[in-house]
């Protein structure tokens, strides 16, 4: 086993070196040479699973207040974005990756969910909108200092959706990502957040995903050849460093999975454990 890991460091290693080192580069080459997402693409992380997209729905609408916006931070190409804009008076997806942003506007004018309701969409009996929902997307690195601010400024208080973003950011990153989500969800927002909580370390992530030597599944091996941050760890020790009991009030957490695409031709998906919660500033924190 610690031999078969320890043949995957050379092909980490010339990738490293070829890694662009400005974020937005690296992701903008990522999306750039996307041609296919969903169930069999070449998105690492986008499964387009029925069960998940579910739970996600069912969790949101749980702990949030679906009056409000809801701001789906590093969307990609916008799946979750549009899966959760029936029950949202507002959905706003926003990636630090222009051509990332550019995927999810071909995607959702494809699907029909791009149409927009500037007054905010109704609400059938069902609790989903009976009329278009309002779906939008721009290109906005939410972890630049004031982004939140700036946001929240434009759409009011909201609740903002976060799936797998932080465990690609270091801690400096990660904390002004913290303080864009406060800016945004006010007194009145919910931040949920789902990110990987692999228990072990990088090399056996990567030999989990079904990398074996030199062999990288296509979507590992194009997150690589992009310079895309090595994940990390984000489970409930790194939600209480960053999103603090005295600051946040945490409405639910716990145990969850991520579905990412089928690492190989013909190979069924294999959930990758994650941690997700529910958080609430505090009163008296924020002015609301």
């Given at each position: 086993m610690f031999l078969r890991r320890a043949l995957l460091v050379p092909t980490l290693?010339?990738?490293?070196?070829?890694?662009?080192?400005?974020?937005?580069?690296?992701?903008?080459?990522?999306?750039?040479?996307?041609?296919?997402?969903?169930?069999?693409?070449?998105?690492?992380?986008?499964?387009?699973?029925?069960?998940?997209?579910?739970?996600?729905?069912?969790?949101?609408?749980?702990?949030?207040d679906t009056t409000r916006p809801v701001v789906d931070v590093g969307c990609g190409n916008g799946?979750?974005?549009?899966?959760?804009?029936?029950?949202?008076?507002?959905?706003?997806?926003?990636?630090?990756?222009?051509?990332?942003?550019?995927?999810?506007?071909?995607?959702?004018?494809?699907?029909?969910?791009?149409?927009?309701?500037?007054?905010?969409?109704?609400?059938?009996?069902?609790?989903?909108?009976?009329?278009?929902?309002?779906?939008?997307?721009?290109?906005?690195?939410?972890?630049?200092?004031?982004?939140?601010?700036?946001l929240r400024a434009e759409v009011g208080t909201a609740n903002v959706f976060v799936r797998g973003l932080f465990h690609t950011?270091?801690?400096?990153?990660?904390?002004?990502?913290?303080?864009?989500?406060?800016?945004?969800?006010?007194?009145?927002?919910?931040?949920?957040?789902?990110?990987?909580d692999y228990p072990g370390s990088a090399l056996s992530y990567l030999d989990f995903l079904g990398a074996r030597g030199s062999d990288f599944p296509e979507p590992i091996l194009r997150c690589l050849e992009a310079g895309l941050p090595a994940p990390a760890r984000f489970g409930a020790k790194e939600v209480a460093r960053h999103f603090p009991e005295p600051a946040w009030e945490r409405v639910e957490a716990g145990r969850a999975e991520l579905h990412p695409a089928a690492m190989r031709p013909g190979q069924p998906q294999r959930p990758i454990p994650a941690f997700f919660a529910a958080l609430r500033a505090r009163p008296g924190r924020l002015s609301s």
């Amino acid at each position: 086993m610690f031999l078969r890991r320890a043949l995957l460091v050379p092909t980490l290693l010339r990738s490293a070196l070829r890694a662009p080192r400005d974020r937005r580069a690296a992701w903008d080459r990522y999306w750039r040479d996307i041609r296919r997402t969903g169930p069999g693409g070449e998105v690492l992380w986008d499964g387009g699973a029925p069960e998940e997209l579910g739970w996600a729905i069912d969790l949101a609408c749980r702990t949030m207040d679906t009056t409000r916006p809801v701001v789906d931070v590093g969307c990609g190409n916008g799946r979750y974005t549009r899966a959760l804009s029936p029950w949202f008076a507002a959905a706003i997806g926003v990636d630090i990756s222009a051509q990332a942003v550019t995927h999810a506007e071909r995607e959702t004018l494809a699907e029909g969910a791009g149409a927009t309701d500037p007054a905010g969409a109704a609400r059938g009996s069902d609790g989903a909108t009976s009329s278009p929902p309002r779906v939008a997307f721009r290109t906005l690195d939410m972890t630049e200092p004031g982004a939140g601010e700036r946001l929240r400024a434009e759409v009011g208080t909201a609740n903002v959706f976060v799936r797998g973003l932080f465990h690609t950011l270091d801690a400096a990153h990660r904390g002004r990502l913290v303080e864009s989500c406060r800016a945004l969800v006010g007194q009145h927002g919910t931040v949920l957040l789902v990110e990987t909580d692999y228990p072990g370390s990088a090399l056996s992530y990567l030999d989990f995903l079904g990398a074996r030597g030199s062999d990288f599944p296509e979507p590992i091996l194009r997150c690589l050849e992009a310079g895309l941050p090595a994940p990390a760890r984000f489970g409930a020790k790194e939600v209480a460093r960053h999103f603090p009991e005295p600051a946040w009030e945490r409405v639910e957490a716990g145990r969850a999975e991520l579905h990412p695409a089928a690492m190989r031709p013909g190979q069924p998906q294999r959930p990758i454990p994650a941690f997700f919660a529910a958080l609430r500033a505090r009163p008296g924190r924020l002015s609301s």
